[in-house]
């Protein structure tokens, strides 16, 4: 297992829709476990392929405290929504940023395993809204494009200050929440 790049808004590679996965082979159990070992490492609680790099529709999500519940989504379609949920969200594609999202409060999800077995099942709260979240990265969506644009530009400006200032070894103003406080998908 390796740990993989996220990669951070505004990165253009994270606009491109996701193609279908049509081989479930080794390579692919690989990007899996990877896409695992980076979630946990970052910390989080869903990842997209899209955010490191691969462009194809696989979800992985484990929001379990314990980190013994690894869910893996591959080609999902929502059947069903159902009710509303706003929920505060941040994203490992976005990282330190956190706001208020509106999502169908529960889902029925068609998809497969990492095994090519096809699934129906019904999420409901957080994991409807990861899976949700997670989904959008799979069309090329950010969390970010639900807020509006004077926000989205005010994030957009202090992720280059961030990533200029760890660049060049200077300390980012602002620890953000201590570890556990919020998770990002």
Do not use: W
């Not at 509303?84 to 889902?107: Q, Y």
């Not at 395993?113 to 090329?140: K, P, S, T």
């Not at 992720?159 to 660049?167: D, G, I, N, S, V």
């Amino acid at each position: 297992m390796a740990l993989r790049t996220i990669l951070e808004y505004p990165d253009p590679r994270l606009r491109t829709r996701a193609q279908p996965v049509t081989r479930f082979d080794a390579a692919l159990g690989t990007l899996i476990d990877d896409m695992f070992e980076t979630m946990y490492g970052a910390p989080g609680i869903g990842l997209a392929a899209t955010q490191v790099d691969v462009h194809q529709r696989l979800i992985v999500i484990d929001i379990s405290p314990e980190r013994n519940q690894p869910l893996t989504i591959i080609n999902p379609q929502i059947l069903t929504r159902e009710g509303e949920a706003s929920t505060e969200e941040g994203c490992l594609s976005v990282p330190g940023i956190f706001d208020e999202v509106k999502r169908a409060a529960k889902i029925r999800l068609r998809a497969q395993d990492r095994d090519g077995n096809l699934f129906e099942r019904d999420f409901e709260d957080i994991l409807a809204v990861c899976i949700q979240h997670e989904m959008d990265h799979l069309e090329g969506k950010l969390f970010v494009d639900y807020l509006s644009d004077l926000k989205r530009e005010r994030i957009r400006k202090k992720l280059e200050k961030e990533r200029k200032e760890r660049a060049t070894g200077a300390t980012a103003t602002g620890a953000g929440p201590p570890a556990g406080a919020r998770r990002a998908y």
